[in-house]
């Protein structure tokens, strides 16, 4: 089982730009799809961007769709989240997730399907 630790997170003004790291332990790290969730203060964990294994199929929620990018190294065992034109909203605690991908190409959406989490890096958006 892949274990994840995220880092990155911290205060930024709205506007703003944050990057986000999720490094994978394990020597098959490169056979997860992997993705970002978050969840807010008293609401439901929410999801945010996937990527496949391959790293050749993206996709994102619809709240990020055009300000946040998620990419993927596989040669260092890490998947980012580039988080642009930052808002209020955006305020969460940010959660790694994946799960083993037996065909390259797919990618997770739903966080019930994702079999191992890092413990969230929390991200604060001033307005």
């Known amino acids: 089982q892949v274990q994840l630790l995220e880092s990155g997170g911290g205060l930024v003004q709205a506007g703003g730009s944050l990057g986000l790291s999720c490094a994978a332990s394990?020597?098959?790290?490169?056979?997860?799809?992997m993705g970002w969730f978050r969840q807010a203060p008293g609401k439901e964990r929410e999801f945010v961007a996937s990527i496949s294994s391959n790293g050749g199929r993206t996709y994102y929620g619809d709240s990020v769709k055009g300000r946040f990018t998620i990419s993927r190294d596989n040669a260092r065992s890490t998947v980012y989240l580039q988080m642009n034109s930052l808002k209020a909203e955006d305020t969460a605690v940010y959660y790694c997730?994946?799960?083993?991908?037996?065909?390259?190409?797919?990618?997770?959406?739903?966080?019930?399907?994702?079999?191992?989490w890092g413990s969230g890096t929390l991200v604060t958006v001033s307005a």
């Open positions: 997730a994946a799960r083993f991908a037996t065909n390259p190409r797919y990618y997770y959406t739903d966080s019930n399907n994702m079999s191992a």
């Open positions: 394990g020597r098959t790290a490169s056979s997860y799809a």
